[in-house]
């Protein structure tokens, strides 16, 4: 429905992205000089998008309140970019931390690892597996980028790949970061501000990086 609603905004030369939704940027869209059809579409539109707007904040309300109540989950929160969702829905689907040794059997569990192709002796790491969760994989793509805009680590890792390989790669290779510090958050017990003094800065040296990702 936002998709539909920016089309026929960019269809009058209004470009407001996020802003679009704000009070000041529906004041703007409702207020937009449509044919008649297209001013029906807009009001449906509109119409749909306020009734899920109200059903979803119930359960956003019930997400937040069960993150809240479970340690694990609010221990992940302190990190930038995560809220609620990513962290319960992490801790749920990780469960018992102690049955993974190491960060890299997270990242192929939630299929971030990059596909090996090896041929005449040469060794290339292609596109992720994608054999996980394809939900967890979107909700840490989604927590790295804004990670990425408040972590130093994550955004030199986002900008030099951004330039390096485009933006797509960028947030995979964030995402699979974030999944693997969340990894440690979990098994060292340590939230946010306490892994970054473990390091003496953001916590790269506990982030395996790879040579490709895509």
Same mark, same amino acid.
């Given at each position: 429905?936002? #998709?539909?609603?920016?089309?026929?905004?960019?269809?009058? &030369?209004?470009?407001?992205?996020? *802003?679009?939704?704000?009070?000041?940027?529906? /004041? @703007?869209?409702? =207020?937009?000089?449509?044919g008649?059809?297209?001013?029906?579409?807009?009001? @449906?539109?509109?119409?749909?998008?306020? @009734?899920?707007?109200?059903?979803?904040?119930?359960?956003?309300?019930e997400?937040?309140?069960?993150? /809240?109540?479970?340690?694990?989950?609010?221990?992940?929160?302190?990190?930038? =970019?995560? &809220?609620?969702?990513?962290?319960?829905?992490?801790?749920?689907?990780?469960?018992? !931390?102690?049955?993974?040794?190491?960060?890299? *059997?997270?990242?192929?569990?939630?299929?971030? #690892? $990059? *596909?090996?192709?090896?041929? =005449? =002796?040469?060794?290339?790491? &292609?596109?992720?597996?994608k054999?996980?969760?394809?939900?967890?994989?979107?909700?840490? !793509?989604?927590? &790295?980028?804004?990670?990425?805009?408040?972590?130093? @680590?994550?955004?030199?890792?986002?900008?030099?790949?951004?330039f390096?390989?485009?933006?797509?790669?960028?947030?995979?290779?964030?995402?699979?970061?974030?999944a !693997?510090?969340?990894?440690?958050?979990?098994?060292?017990?340590?939230d946010?501000?306490?892994?970054?003094?473990? *390091?003496?800065?953001? $916590?790269?040296?506990?982030?395996?990086?790879?040579?490709?990702?895509?």
């Open positions: 429905m936002k #998709n539909q609603l920016h089309a026929l905004a960019m269809g009058e &030369g209004v470009c407001r992205k996020k *802003q679009l939704f704000t009070v000041k940027g529906r /004041k @703007e869209l409702e =207020g937009l000089a449509l008649p059809w297209s001013s029906y579409r807009r009001q @449906e539109l509109l119409r749909m998008y306020d @009734e899920m707007a109200a059903a979803t904040a119930k359960l956003d309300l997400v937040e309140r069960a993150a /809240k109540a479970q340690p694990l989950a609010v221990r992940l929160m302190t990190h930038p =970019g995560v &809220g609620p969702v990513t962290s319960l829905a992490f801790v749920l689907l990780i469960g018992p !931390v102690a049955r993974f040794e190491r960060s890299k *059997q997270v990242v192929s569990y939630l299929g971030l #690892n $990059p *596909q090996e192709h090896s041929s =005449g =002796g040469k060794q290339r790491m &292609g596109s992720i597996s054999q996980g969760n394809p939900m967890m994989r979107s909700l840490l !793509v989604e927590a &790295g980028h804004t990670a990425a805009r408040f972590d130093p @680590e994550l955004k030199r890792v986002y900008q030099r790949l951004k390096r390989r485009g933006a797509s790669v960028a947030k995979v290779a964030v995402a699979r970061k974030l !693997v510090r969340l990894y440690w958050m979990l098994r060292s017990t340590a946010y501000a306490q892994l970054v003094r473990m *390091q003496g800065s953001p $916590p790269a040296t506990l982030v395996e990086s790879s040579p490709s990702l895509g």
